[in-house]
């Protein structure tokens, strides 16, 4: 096979010219001492010769059966009870980030309680809701360094939070006021934070995922230590963007961190519905990307697989794929009605026993770090401090619609111009049907 490729190279040279010569001459060299017997008895040299190819030859017709194949496991350090079933971890369980971890949630499901209220009251246009998913957001924010960037889906707001986006921030951004740093140009719940290094949401699903990959190759090529974390839902896996962005990913070896948030839904289809097979984490070994499944209630295992892929993306220039399994506890967003499609049953199931705060409160409990009273008190002062703020951002005026035309290129385009006073006719007419705290122009 090698002398016919040999033979090969030299018809290629005569058309191809002096660089392929040189090459073809060093492979001549290679098996110049190899006799013609010993080539059709070395096995190895029997191996399939395809561009790229890492495979053998075989004689056995058979199809691969995945059913006969392991499951990818679920890496956990925590079980429900909050007792360590890793050894290994057990030492490495840090009680005072657990602490925060906990204090974190509770204010995280404060907000979601308060802003899922104000959206109900009209008071906002649209909100969404974490609940269930608060160790996905928490656990890998703590493992991150402050300048990794973050690129979110939409249901991440825990990691803001994390890294010091405060009340105010997100309640000015969900009513859209002049403090909002988009100008309330967004929906509601479509954060950014260029200080925290992290990504504008923008909810066309996977979008994000390439992006993602952009910035991770940039930080590559600049030889920075520096890692993307790229959060997307199961929903999201199915579009095409997300096997465009692994690929390039693993091609280009990006450091970024892929981070599926699993939670059983997208709006209203659940996951035995969106794919066959074992799940995302299938998916990243098919591309030569790193994988790991883990539980994704279990805040450690969040933390410490993030950690661990963050290290890979650094020391050996490769993305890496994680597979968090949760569950969306609330409805998809206060546009859905969730008890259409799933059963209270099932719902109530995830929320009790499965809550990612649930275990970490026993952490703390078996741990003597739980203070009841504390604790209270702190769930009471942070809803107390959260609805003040909502009553003072409120207040405030929208920021003026003009911006809506002049903010987006350096210059109004022509377009935008006709579009701005198109928008003047119609507000001369129908104005009394808009909200009176925006300034007009
Ligand atoms: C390209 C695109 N198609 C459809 C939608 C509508 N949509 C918004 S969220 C969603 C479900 C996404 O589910 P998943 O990725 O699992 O995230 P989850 O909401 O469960 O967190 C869909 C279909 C969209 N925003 N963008
Ligand atoms: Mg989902």
Redesign the pocket.
Known sequence: MLLRRAIAHIVATRINGTNVVERISSNVRMFSNVTTSELKNDSNLDKPEFPGSKSQFTTELKFLDPTTYDTIPTFRVLDKSGQHVSESYADQLDLNLALRFYKEMIKLNQMDAILYEAQRQGRISFYMTSYGEEATHFGPAAALKDDDLVFG?Y?EPGVLMWRGFTIEQFVNQCFGNIFDTGKGRQMPIHYGSRELNYMTIK????SQMLHAVGSAYAFRMKGKDQVTLCY?????AS?GDAHAAFNFASVLNCPVIFLC?N?G???STPVHEQYQGDGIAARGPALGIPTIRVDGNDVFACYFAVQEARKICMMEGRPVLIEAMTY?IGH?STSDDSSAYRSVDEIRTYGEKEHPRNRIELLLRRNNMFDEQEHKKYKEDIRKEIINVVFQQEKHNKPAIKELFTDVYDQMSRIQEEQFQELNEHLKTYRKHYPKNFKDF
Not at 232 to 236: C, E, V, Y
């Open positions: 889906q249901r909810s066309t699903l996977t997307f839902g199961d929903g999201a579009e948030r939670n839904y997208a709006i969306r998809h």
